[in-house]
């Protein structure tokens, strides 16, 4: 069983809050795999979920380094994979601990090192709909029920 949710975001603020809820779900040892091209507020998402899990720090886009660890009540680790390679080789020389942590890791294009992902996962994808507008579907790949208080969240 896995369950979804779709979301309509106007601007950078509201996939932020979106993150932001997520985070506030999430427990040590969760991965969030997100999806979108380039542009498509996967940091920015992240960003929210760093809020929402009580890191202070100010999150960015990991790029060239392929992993930030930003520590809090429960430390973020924020990987990318975009260069494919340099990803699945920083995962094959340990990186893949990450996945395992005390924290949560959030792996941007995570489609390139998808058989390095845990079975049980949050999946965000994130598609552009405007200038500022996304289209935003989060699912929990598990077999328990873990959206849901998200869900609830969003229509108060």
Known sequence: ??????????????????GEALGRLLRPGDVVALHAELGGGKTCFVRGLARGLGVSAQVSSPTFQLMHSYPGPIPLYHLDAWMRERGEGFLDEGGAEWLRADGVAAVEWAEHVLSWLPEQRFEVALAHTGPQRRAISLRWTGPQARLRALEEGKKR
Request: charged share 40%; net charge negative.
């Open 1 to 18: 069983m896995s369950e979804s949710l779709e979301f309509e975001s106007a601007s950078a603020r509201d996939t932020e809050e979106l």
